[in-house]
C-alpha cells in the first residue's frame, strides 16, 4: 500500500482537486493529510473528501514527519497540496519500485505551470539539477518504507528539509526520476517576483545551510523576506 501525506496550511482553494485526483488512482493507497493549523476550513475539505486528518504544529519538516509516523503503507509519498497529480501516477511508483529492487525511492519529472518564460526555464533547470541528484519536496518523493527508516526519515527541521532528506535518500542507493507522467505544481510563489532575486535568494539559502546556519536561523530570515515582498 501507498501512503500519500500531505501536509498543509491554509489550503481549501487547491486541496480539493488533488484530493479527488488521487481518489481517483486505483493502486491500494490510504491520504494522510497533516494540517498545521489552517484557519480557511482546509480541515473541513480533507474530512470531507475521506483522507485522514492529522493535527500538527506548523512547519512542513514537522508535518511530513508526523504523516510518516502515522502511516501504514510499505510505501510512502510525500505531495503538496498545489500540485496536480498525474492520471496513473501511483501505479507509476509501484511499477517503477517493482523493476528496480534497489531503488530506495525517487520522485517525478516537475513541470510548472503558467505559461510564462520563467515558468518554462523552471520546468527545464529542474530537469537538469535533478540529472545531478538534485530534487525537492515540490516534485512528489517517495520512498521505500525500509529505506525511509533506515536513513533516519525526515527531520523536524524549520526549513530544508526536503534537500536534506533527499541527500541522505541520494547516499543510499541509486534513486529512480519518472519521467512520464509528470507531476505539474504552482508558479503561485514566483509572482510578482524578479527571476534573478529569485534564483540569488535559493543559491543564498543552500550557501548559508551548507555553511552550518541553522534552519531555525534560516526561516526567520526567509520569513522576514517574505513579510517584505508582502508589503
Request: charge should be neutral; include cysteine.
Amino acid at each position: 500500500m501507498i501512503s500519500v501525506v500531505v501536509p498543509t496550511l491554509n489550503e481549501a482553494r487547491r486541496l480539493p482537486s488533488l484530493l479527488a485526483e488521487l481518489a481517483a488512482e486505483a493502486p491500494e493507497h490510504e491520504v494522510i493529510v497533516v494540517d498545521g493549523g489552517s484557519e480557511d476550513g482546509t480541515e473541513a475539505v480533507a474530512r470531507a473528501a475521506g483522507a485522514r486528518l492529522l493535527p500538527s504544529a506548523p512547519g512542513r519538516g514537522r508535518q511530513l514527519a508526523t504523516g510518516a509516523e502515522a502511516a501504514q503503507g510499505e510505501i510512502l509519498l510525500f505531495l503538496h497540496a498545489d500540485s496536480r497529480f498525474p492520471v496513473g501516477g501511483l501505479a507509476q511508483i509501484l511499477e517503477t519500485l517493482a523493476a528496480d529492487p534497489a531503488c530506495p525511492g525517487g520522485n517525478f519529472r516537475l513541470v510548472f505551470d503558467g505559461d510564462t518564460p520563467f515558468s518554462r526555464w523552471l520546468t527545464g533547470f529542474y530537469a537538469r539539477i535533478r540529472s545531478l541528484g538534485y530534487y525537492y519536496g515540490d516534485s512528489a518523493i517517495f520512498v521505500r518504507r525500509s529505506a525511509y527508516d533506515e536513513i533516519g526519515g525526515i527531520r523536524q527541521i524549520a526549513l530544508m528539509e526536503d534537500y536534506d532528506f533527499t541527500r541522505r535518500l541520494e547516499r543510499s542507493g541509486r534513486t529512480c526520476c519518472i519521467e512520464d507522467p509528470p507531476l505539474t505544481t504552482s508558479s503561485r510563489r514566483f509572482e510578482g517576483r524578479r527571476p534573478l532575486a529569485i534564483v540569488w535568494g535559493w543559491i543564498e539559502i543552500h550557501l548559508l545551510f551548507h555553511l552550518g546556519i541553522s534552519p531555525e536561523v534560516l526561516a526567520k530570515r526567509y520569513e522576514a523576506q517574505r513579510r517584505r515582498r508582502r508589503g
